[in-house]
């Protein structure tokens, strides 16, 4: 990764020379239909027979505090709220889910007025959203779901390049969330043979920093100008198939789509003496594959993707993840390698933490206390020694609803380095969570 790329790696100037944020799309912008979505969907869940009901939901609050702060970030801290209530139905051979967040944060990184997009392409966060609205046929063998829902693919835990139809919530870097798509699923599996087909009508993007807070940066000096992004038309799909034989589990898979993960395009704007910038997803196309072994005492972990484009920037590369497992007691044990090679070099700006936390050692642990109490760790150390991520936590439950984690995340290394670059941003975290 070049020094270019990884300086632009997450677009954002200093708030004193923000310019604009793009406009949402038309398809994005606040349609009546949503709220009434949201009425009919809990008009529905108060109707429902109990005994073929069932529910669950959260409320979680956040604390970040952050030691340093950014050159476009004076804050400290931030606080987040997330409301998610998830209601499921099922009949003999269907099945319908849904799930809808409420979210709000002092950081303006949520969106503050009633209402939401389907598509999940706002720059901010919705304050409304629905997370999933999916009805499930299941007949012998074959099973197939329709509707906005998770879809995760791969074996490896760290990295998983496989993955191509989750796409993620990178306000946060280091701490992000998936992001549900629409899509119809069809599984048709045996005890040891499993195909899966996903059709995608539209891409839903990964969303990424904010342009006037700290996960952003970019070279000082340059005012930006952000333009509407090019979305790409177009379906997605994709096969996998997974086998589950006497010495290992191992799947081969495809994709053909988009990237969700943007390019930039860049146009100086010498009459305005500033930069257009304008984010783009590039056709893509993956061959992957993965496998897992149990060797005694561990049990070994590799996952591969080769990723090639039609698009004139869009680079040609492979990933891959190969991981050792181990159950010791109350440890769970998790270190490996997170490899990238790149076959044909064309990008110049993007923003991919995917190929960003490569060539690199990754580890996580967990230790669980007593029924009530853990600690994690996790750790991302490039090959170099140029960039660093370390994370630690403590949770304990309260009861039979709360639970309280804290922690802290340490991130250094140099400005050149996809991690180092956000060597201000370590921050101590504390959530707190009732359950219901």
Request: with cysteine; aromatic share 12%; glycine share 6%.
């Amino acid at each position: 990764m070049t020094p270019a790329v990884a300086a632009c790696q997450a677009t954002a100037p200093s708030r004193s020379r923000l310019r604009s944020e793009p406009r949402p799309s038309g398809s994005d912008r606040r349609r009546p239909f949503y709220f009434r979505t949201i009425l009919l969907l809990f008009l529905l869940v108060a109707t429902l027979h109990a005994q073929n009901f069932s529910q669950r939901g959260y409320l979680e609050t956040t604390a970040l505090v952050f030691p340093q702060t950014a050159p476009n970030d004076s804050a400290h801290a931030v606080g987040e709220a997330l409301f998610r209530y998830e209601a499921f139905y099922k009949l003999t051979n269907l099945r319908f889910a849904a799930a809808v967040d409420a979210r709000t944060d002092t950081h303006r990184e949520t969106d503050r007025d009633w209402g939401g997009a389907w598509w999940d392409r706002s720059r901010r966060r919705p304050l409304f959203a629905v997370r999933r609205l999916s009805a499930t046929y299941t007949r012998g063998r074959l099973t197939v779901e329709a509707g906005k829902q998770l879809i995760r693919w791969g074996k490896a835990d760290v990295l998983t390049p496989t993955d191509r139809f989750a796409p993620r919530d990178f306000l946060n870097v280091v701490d992000s969330d998936f992001l549900p798509i629409t899509a119809a699923r069809v599984t048709y599996g045996t005890q040891s043979d499993t195909v899966d087909l996903i059709l995608s009508p539209r891409l839903t993007p990964s969303r990424v920093p904010l342009l006037n807070q700290r996960w952003a940066v970019l070279p000082p000096a340059i005012p930006l100008h952000e333009l509407d992004p090019a979305f790409p038309g177009g379906p997605q799909f994709g096969a996998r198939w997974n086998h589950i034989g006497a010495a290992a589990e191992y799947s081969f898979s495809f994709y053909n789509g988009y990237d969700h993960l943007p390019l930039f395009h860049v146009q100086p704007n010498f009459a305005l003496q500033r930069a257009d910038v304008q984010r783009f997803y590039p056709q893509m196309r993956m061959y992957g594959a993965d496998a897992a072994a149990p060797l005694g005492p561990v049990t070994l972990k590799g996952e591969a993707a080769y990723f090639t484009s039609t698009d004139p920037q869009a680079d040609n590369y492979a990933l891959w993840v190969l991981q050792l497992e181990r159950q010791a007691g109350e440890w769970s044990l998790v270190a490996g390698y997170a490899g990238q090679v790149t076959t044909v070099h064309r990008s110049t700006l993007g923003f991919s933490p995917v190929r960003g936390f490569a060539r690199a050692v990754v580890a996580h642990a967990g230790y669980t206390i007593d029924v009530n109490r853990s600690l994690a760790f996790e750790a991302v150390v490039r090959q170099n020694g140029q960039g660093v991520y370390a994370k630690a936590e403590y949770s304990q439950a309260f009861g039979q609803h709360w639970r309280a984690t804290a922690g802290f995340a340490v991130v250094r290394g140099d400005a050149a380095d996809f991690l180092g670059q956000y060597r201000r941003n370590s921050h101590a975290i504390l959530t707190l969570r009732y359950s219901f």
